[in-house]
């Protein structure tokens, strides 16, 4: 699984890094708020570990930003400020947990696994569009012009995770854990059954975009061109 890390502190950079590397995860760094935020748009993370004071936009501005433009990627604050009033301010704008610093890496890989544990709660009132499509989440309704079809709530969420992300190639491992959840017991195999049947649904409303496999890797929604 990969992490991403937004922290000015060198030291507590290189610390992580090989203490969360050592526990099996993949780490990208980033040192300020602005270079962050490109990391957030352009890859993607299982989970980010976001200082609040950070050089240039600082970690409440990038959460923000992040929650505004519908990237729901879980988001723990690493940060010295642990009064009730910023803790409260920081889980009102969008993060799934607060840690004061200094911790032990003990108690963080503890609240890291247990993020982790949760699926991203994908699903909300908005319509989300893409190439030809729309889909509505709170009716699981998948529309290409007059054409509609009614989803399944766990095909739903695998159409929803892919138009959050839309022409980015998603890992096998990062679908399973934003779909399924980290401690659900399902097999591989489930997943390519539910890419086919997502392909029936865009077909089924005529929809010009394809679900594209990338060996080796995972899946990609794009627009088919020519």
Same mark, same amino acid.
């Given at each position: 699984?990969?992490?991403?890390? $937004?922290?000015? &502190?060198?030291?507590?950079?290189?610390?992580?890094?090989?203490?969360?590397?050592? *526990?099996?995860?993949?780490? &990208? @760094?980033?040192?300020?708020?602005?270079?962050?935020?490109?990391? $957030?748009?352009?890859?993607?993370?299982?989970?980010?570990?976001?200082?609040?004071? =950070?050089? %240039?936009?600082?970690?409440?501005?990038?959460?923000?930003?992040?929650?505004?433009? %519908?990237?729901?990627?879980? @988001?723990?604050?690493?940060?010295?400020? %642990?009064? +009730?009033?910023?803790?409260?301010? !920081?889980?009102?704008?969008?993060?799934?947990?607060?840690? +004061?610093?200094?911790?032990?890496?003990?108690?963080?890989?503890?609240? $890291?696994?247990?993020?982790?544990?949760?699926? @991203?709660?994908?699903?909300?009132?908005?319509?989300?569009?893409?190439?030809? $499509?729309?889909?509505?989440?709170?009716?699981?309704?998948?529309?290409? !012009?007059?054409?509609?079809?009614?989803?399944?709530?766990?095909?739903?969420?695998?159409?929803?995770?892919?138009?959050?992300?839309? !022409?980015?190639?998603?890992?096998?491992?990062?679908?399973?854990?934003?779909?399924?959840?980290?401690?659900?017991? @399902?097999?591989?195999?489930?997943?390519?059954?539910?890419?086919?049947? =997502?392909?029936?649904?865009?077909?089924?409303? %005529?929809?010009?975009?394809?679900?594209?496999?990338?060996? !080796?890797?995972?899946?990609? =929604?794009? *627009?088919?061109?020519?």
């Amino acid at each position: 699984m990969r992490i991403l890390l $937004i922290e000015d &502190d060198e030291s507590l950079c290189l610390t992580l890094s090989f203490q969360l590397g050592q *526990e099996g995860f993949d780490l &990208d @760094v980033s040192r300020d708020g602005e270079e962050g935020l490109l990391f $957030i748009r352009e890859r993607i993370h299982d989970l980010i570990l976001l200082d609040r004071m =950070l050089p %240039g936009l600082d970690g409440m501005e990038v959460l923000r930003t992040m929650r505004r433009e %519908g990237i729901a990627t879980p @988001v723990i604050f690493l940060t010295a400020l %642990g009064q +009730v009033g910023d803790r409260t301010q !920081g889980l009102n704008s969008g993060a799934d947990d607060y840690i +004061v610093k200094p911790f032990a890496f003990e108690e963080l890989l503890a609240r $890291i696994r247990c993020v982790l544990r949760r699926p @991203v709660s994908l699903q909300n009132d908005e319509l989300l569009s893409f190439g030809d $499509i729309a889909y509505e989440p709170r009716t699981l309704t998948l529309r290409r !012009g007059e054409q509609s079809t009614v989803l399944s709530k766990r095909l739903g969420d695998l159409l929803e995770l892919f138009l959050r992300n839309p !022409g980015q190639t998603l890992p096998r491992e990062t679908i399973l854990l934003r779909v399924w959840g980290m401690d659900c017991d @399902v097999e591989d195999g489930n997943l390519d059954n539910y890419t086919y049947f =997502l392909r029936r649904s865009l077909r089924k409303v %005529g929809s010009c975009l394809q679900l594209a496999t990338v060996r !080796g890797v995972g899946y990609r =929604l794009e *627009e088919r061109h020519g």
